[in-house]
């Protein structure tokens, strides 16, 4: 079916709708809220899909800031997906409003095209998407069980049609010492902070014997009381990351062994949790990211499908990715030396940029859910490629 028309008009649609996404965009902005905690952004969100006509239904998978918005009642059912979380003391130096903003004016500009070819449209809320995970407890309480496919795209200072994102999983340790005058009787303790510096330390020796995309890193949560008291207590937290869930497992092993064994010279017990959420590698639909960048590239960006270079992090959208097909590009609203989690990046979030990027993104979302849904061999191709990438 020819499809240029409705994607003229999605353009069209998402021009006109241009100055309230904007604004939307800018509400969530300005009032950054953590994880789980998202009830300004959500309300924002689900009042506009709301009055352009989404049915609505909150409390998705048991979280309180989750939600569902839908047109259309076929197939296939097209998930966009909204992130809307905020990082602590930074607000959206990770661009989430643009997530979500991009995500809710696609949705709407996608209506003509249900309307025109059929099936269904879904804005799905996802929060907590930093540290919490919220999407992992979507996918295990069956959110994505009848969706075909989901979409989303990420601010960024590159236009990459596909991400290289890592498996993560996080790890609390704990150090028990014994508690000594430092200067007076050092000989009677057992000192918990030096037990988590050779800790460091051995992870640091370890890392030049790990693959060239794996990440350790972590940070003290508990060095001790005061320079005179021998630490009886030490904790930290640490990521692990690797580039897929096999490597993982190997290097949760090698991350624990370098405690174990820190504990065993110090003589501190030790005391250890794994998260219970895993972040999951993404697994992108080669096929799907080709017709988002080819609609990028027709609003004038310049899209590289892949940068082996490019830094790697990690996200929830790769437990989503496992379970159906998904992309993950990035859209650029700052120049490269702007990173991600900074507050550069916040103000570049809420810029001119930052609004170009907004309706760049939500346009080419539109256009690729007209490619879809008006080739049915398209939907085929994206299939056939993540049940193969299955065996």
Known sequence: M???GLKTGVINQLETQCEELVNLSLRIHDNPELGFQEEKASSCLIDYLQANGFQIEKYIAGLPTAFQATYGGGRPRIALLAEYDA????????GHNIIAASAAGAGIASKSAIDSLGGSIIVLGTPGEEVFGGKIDMVKAGTFDDIDVAMMVHPDNRNLATTQMLACVSLDVEFIGKPAHAAAQPHGGINA???LILAFNSINSLRQHLKDEARVH???????EAPNIVPAHSAARFLIRALDNAYLGELKEKVLKCFEGASLASGAGLKYSWGEKAYASMKNNVTMAGLFSRNLELLGRQVEFFNPDFGCGSTDMGNVSQVVPSIHPTVAIAPAEVLLHSPEFAVAAASRDGYKGLLDAAKALAMTVVDILGQPEVLDGI???FWSGND
Do not use: M, N, R, S
Not at 87 to 94: F, K, M, N, T, V
């Open 2 to 4: 020819e499809t240029k």
């Open 87 to 94: 990082l602590p003391g930074i607000g959206h130096g990770c």
């Open 193 to 195: 902070l030096e037990a």
């Open 218 to 224: 972590g940070v003290i949560t508990d060095g001790g």
């Open 383 to 385: 299939k056939q490629e």
